[in-house]
């Protein structure tokens, strides 16, 4: 990256005893104070061990972080010594404090003792040094959101050139790209009448080429792996990966073949990269490199500094099938038709590592307006969900009606994503819009026994609203979940006084759920009115399903998991729209952004089995690790996403401790239990009896690996 572009991303400014580091993508900036005016010049980024965009140094002896949401101490190499959970004394040594709030911060300092107090709440965190020193400061852009637009003529071969592009948000072509927070939101495409690809995308140069025929069927195929490798697209009459080293790797010519081919590399190399980097910027000592390290043919942290293609061409010689039970599920998986509008998907699923799959016919004039939203209710693409698969193998956007359990999509869902307008858990607002008592009744005991859900702040139902309560409703930006159980017809709520289309709404709810649909329209058209995800499901919910799912869906818990979890599609199909794996509201701040699920079983009244994992989101991505943390169970971090059973049974007051964890889901025999349920040791023995008495029906209940379908076809 060159000065100037590094300049674009991240800015430094001074205010007195205030240094500002201003990220230019987020445009956000975040505060440091020192105990004299800095006086910055600037400094090599080198100097980290971590990427930055740009540096500067400077005196000080101490400084002052008001606003942040982690602050850890690494050694100057990298190595990790502790998080600020408590107030710390450090001796003297060459240190540096990784700065996590609104946009990414590094502070290095040598040759100094330090002392620093906790993060607490709303406090500072105060670093103050021994001795008025020279420290560093880089900055890096979080680059959450695109950087740039890279405008595309419907023309394959330029399309090449595009998703060529999309690796320059990638900070660092090491295997440590594994890391979600390395790669960065890949550059928007949209459609014009020439190619133009802005002179500061840093296009990048691994030495790898992906050749393919230019058809867009197989540009989309392969566009993640390119993403990904970094790898130039250009034409070529059979699908090949070619190497600086001279190799070249065919891939299969036939769709489904290559599709398959490539998704198997996705899931290859970014795992065994995230091996490679177990000695890296955050070394750690990796569960599944003790199941599968043995059977490697080279000692990963030895690939660390080949190049792309050295490292790649000993990934080649791994058998897949070595790696699959240890590799986690991607949480989302598209399937777009082959025409030129799906090219606008390709940055917001590469951003994903998504598998792309081809299918459907092109739609005609692309069935969009001038504001790309669709004119007719077939879909432009669709996504699946490991939580949530459809039966058939690979769903078509062609199929009337779509699959249960398939999600639609389109750009707008993606970019309301992008807008950052999503309340946070325990702030969300409910409205639930019915036509009947009966309706009625099922929403106010879903929300009230025995209390509001974890996650929602406030909730009201609305009977046989008149029509301008319902559009208050859909337009009332306090509303984060509207539950809309009135009569629909394509993407129109009827009503007596009219009816009101979806279509004509630009301010819609995070998220909304449709019941007795029979179709995705209204879930697909609420989408491209300002909800992040939608769900539309054929039956009518009973209360227990409606807590659980509004619950779940206020927690932070991501779309098609929430589905699943809450037993949605036993109540008859169920459609979304919206990734499947996006999160309608966000964690805390400062609280742990991935989702533990545990499901536990039990085995007698006072004993139970734990199965967990971290579920995986457009917010919490693959690649990154995690460890469910409790008082028991394996320790070892793990990548997340990966369903792991703890190897003793839990009591019932073990099973009780998880229930208030921030971060934690639980499943108690088939029911989601939220702290607000106030449950007891009592009842759980009670559950566990309902459920040893029906102990068929508990048999034929899938476990966590069930639930998490694995990644094929």
């Known amino acids: 990256m060159t000065g100037r572009d590094a300049a674009r991303r991240i800015e430094f400014e001074t205010d007195g005893e205030t240094l500002y580091v201003r990220d230019g993508i987020e445009s956000e900036r975040l505060t440091l104070r020192f105990d004299r005016e800095p006086d910055p010049q600037p400094a090599i980024t080198d100097l980290f061990p971590v990427p930055v965009d740009r540096a500067v140094s400077f005196e000080a002896e101490s400084i002052s972080v008001p606003s942040y949401s982690s602050v850890t101490i690494n050694e100057s190499d990298g190595e990790f010594v502790a998080m600020l959970t408590e107030d710390l004394s450090l001796p003297r040594g060459a240190y540096c404090f990784d700065i996590t709030g609104t946009t990414k911060v590094f502070v290095r300092a040598v ?291 779509l699959p249960s359990g398939v999600s639609a999509l389109r750009p707008a869902g993606y970019e309301t994503l992008l807008s950052g307008s999503r309340s946070v858990e325990g702030d969300v607002r409910v409205a639930f819009l019915v036509d009947s008592p009966e309706r009625a009744d099922a929403g106010r005991r879903a929300m009230s026994e025995p209390a509001p859900p974890d996650g929602v702040d406030s909730w009201e139902v609305y009977e046989r609203p008149s029509r301008e309560e319902i559009v208050e409703m859909l337009t009332d930006p306090a509303v984060d979940l509207l539950y809309c159980s009135l009569p629909t017809d394509g993407s129109r709520i009827v009503h007596e006084d009219g009816g009101i289309d979806l279509a004509g709404i630009r301010t819609l709810p995070a998220a909304t759920v449709f019941e007795r649909t029979g179709t995705v329209a209204p879930a697909h058209r609420s989408v491209e009115s300002g909800s992040v995800g939608s769900v539309a499901a054929d039956g009518p919910l009973d209360a227990s399903r409606i807590r659980s799912l509004v619950g779940l869906l206020a927690s932070a818990t991501p779309l098609a998991l929430s589905v699943a979890l809450a037993g949605v599609q036993e109540a008859g199909d169920i459609r979304l729209a919206g990734d499947p794996g996006v999160v309608v509201a966000t964690p805390k701040p400062g609280s742990y952004k991935y989702r533990c699920v545990v499901k536990i079983q039990s085995s007698s009244s006072k004993t139970h089995i734990a199965e967990s994992h971290t579920a995986l989101s457009t917010d919490s991505r693959v690649g990154a690790e995690s460890t469910c943390v409790h008082n028991w169970g394996q320790q070892l971090p793990e990548l997340g996403g990966i369903p792991q059973t703890e190897p003793e049974s839990l009591s019932g007051t073990q099973v009780l401790d998880l229930i208030p964890e921030p971060d934690g889901i639980v499943d108690l025999n088939g029911q989601i239990v939220f702290q607000s349920d106030g449950l007891t040791e009592s009842d759980i023995e009670q559950s566990a009896r309902d459920a040893l008495a029906d102990e068929d029906e508990t048999s034929d209940r899938p476990d966590m690996r069930s639930l998490i379908q694995p990644d094929s076809e």
Not at 228 to 242: D, K, M, T
Not at 280 to 289: F, H, T
Not at 319 to 343: H, M
């Open 111 to 401: 040759d100094v003792s330090i002392e620093a107090t906790e993060m607490a709440g709303e406090d500072p965190v105060e670093i103050t040094f021994d001795r008025p020193t020279t420290i560093t400061v880089g900055g890096r852009s979080l680059h959450t959101r695109p950087e740039a637009t890279i405008t595309v003529p419907d023309d394959p071969e330029a399309l090449m050139t595009a998703v060529s592009a999309l690796g320059s948000s990638i900070a660092e072509w090491s295997p440590e790209r594994s890391w979600p927070t390395l790669r960065g939101y890949p550059p928007r495409i949209e459609r014009g009448d020439e190619l133009h690809v802005p002179d500061h995308l840093s296009i990048p140069d691994t030495g790898i080429e992906i050749a393919v025929p230019p058809t867009y069927a197989d540009i989309y195929r392969i566009a993640p792996l390119a993403y990904y490798l970094g790898a130039a697209v250009v034409p070529g009459a059979e699908p090949e990966i070619r190497l600086d080293t001279g190799y070249v790797e065919p891939l299969p010519s036939e769709g489904p073949a290559l599709e398959e081919r490539v998704s198997e590399l996705l899931r290859t190399t970014l795992f065994l990269d995230s091996l490679v980097r177990t000695e890296g910027y955050v070394p750690s000592d990796r569960y599944e490199y003790e199941q599968v390290g043995p059977d490697l043919p080279f000692y990963p942290p030895k690939l660390a500094d080949r190049s792309v293609s050295e490292q790649l061409m000993e990934y080649l010689e791994v058998d897949p099938e070595i790696l699959e039970p240890y590799a986690p599920p991607w949480p989302t998986w598209a399937v777009l038709r082959p025409g030129p509008a799906g090219a606008e998907l390709l940055p917001h699923l590469a951003h994903l590592v998504a598998p792309i799959r081809v299918r459907g016919s092109p739609l005609d004039g692309d069935d969009g307006d001038d504001a790309g939203a669709p004119t007719t209710n077939r879909p432009l693409a669709l996504a699946t969900s490991p939580y949530l698969p459809p039966d058939g193998g690979v769903p078509n956007p062609d199929d009337e009606p």
